[in-house]
């Protein structure tokens, strides 16, 4: 149940029902930073003064939003799955690290919500969550979008303890084979924007395929593209929108 009943911000990610940014601003570090959605925002925005290293990270002011959904979950029943974050890295070294504590008490405070840590930093998780990690409500998603990352970074994401884990595989720039390892989810998706990098069909029916004989939920977002509403989100015509059983409604 997407956007259910808890939550009254509704996102365009079909596999989150709510984003939370406690803090903007990012530095490029895998190849799915490229042609950056935030950091293209940003130069319309000017949400903060540019995007890099060296580039003062803002803090916002929507730290209440978390709580707020936290309380119609209690009174709702349903759970909503909240993605931090879409304008920055939880686990970005240039984050002040009050910062970084202050969530991590909003998320103990929150525990009606399913939370979604995304990273493109896999590699200081570890050295980052607070003494009391792992939280029962709280993932990974780490993402991974070539092979040659997939061969770095999933075994840092495997032995590093979460609730869950899984992988978004948003934009996918090359075929993956995941081989025997068993991540609870896979997100796939094409590159959205002007200078969108094509997503070939053949890598996505892949790792549908490799998921569906792991047993790991498969969730195709979308095809991507300069105009991404007009190619959907099907292969070979079935709409796939699967989810851990951690995340499951």
């Known amino acids: 149940m997407r956007g259910g009943p808890a939550v009254a911000e509704?996102?365009?990610?079909?596999?989150?029902?709510?984003?939370?940014?406690?803090?903007?601003?990012?530095?490029?570090?895998?190849?799915?930073?490229?042609?950056?959605?935030?950091?293209?925002?940003?130069?319309?925005?000017?949400?903060?003064?540019?995007?890099?290293?060296?580039?003062?990270?803002?803090?916002?002011?929507t730290w209440g939003d978390p709580k707020r959904w936290n309380r119609k979950a209690e009174a709702t029943g349903y759970r909503p799955?909240?993605?931090?974050?879409?304008?920055?890295?939880?686990?970005?070294n240039e984050v002040p690290e009050v910062w970084r504590d202050d969530l991590w008490q909003l998320?103990?405070?929150?525990?009606?919500?399913?939370w979604m840590l995304g990273t493109k930093r896999i590699g200081n998780v570890s050295k980052m969550v607070p003494s009391d990690w792992p939280m029962p409500h709280v993932g990974l998603i780490s993402t991974i979008v070539t092979q040659d990352e997939w061969n770095r970074d999933w075994p840092k994401l495997a032995r590093t303890p979460a609730a869950w884990r899984g992988v978004s595989m948003e934009p996918l720039l090359g075929p993956i084979s995941i081989?025997?390892?068993?991540?609870?989810?896979?997100?796939?998706?094409?590159?959205?924007?002007?200078?969108?990098?094509?997503?070939?069909?053949?890598w996505?029916?892949?790792?549908?395929?490799?998921?569906?004989?792991?047993?790991?939920?498969?969730?195709?977002?979308?095809?991507?593209?300069?105009?991404?509403?007009?190619?959907?989100?099907?292969?070979?015509?079935v709409?796939?929108?699967?989810?851990?059983?951690?995340?499951?409604?």
């Open 81 to 92: 799955r909240v993605f931090c974050a879409s304008l920055a890295d939880v686990f970005d």
């Open 10 to 61: 509704q996102t365009a990610i079909s596999w989150a029902d709510a984003t939370f940014n406690p803090w903007i601003g990012c530095t490029k570090v895998s190849p799915a930073c490229d042609d950056c959605y935030a950091a293209r925002d940003n130069e319309r925005r000017k949400w903060v003064d540019g995007w890099g290293a060296g580039v003062q990270r803002r803090r916002t002011k």
């Open 179 to 202: 081989g025997s390892e068993r991540p609870d989810w896979i997100i796939t998706g094409g590159e959205s924007g002007p200078k969108a990098r094509p997503a070939d069909p053949a």
């Open 107 to 114: 998320i103990r405070e929150t525990q009606n919500l399913r």
């Open 239 to 249: 709409e796939y929108k699967e989810f851990p059983a951690a995340l499951a409604a």
């Open 204 to 237: 996505v029916r892949s790792l549908r395929d490799q998921c569906a004989v792991s047993g790991v939920a498969f969730h195709h977002k979308q095809w991507g593209g300069t105009r991404p509403a007009d190619n959907g989100c099907l292969l070979d015509g």
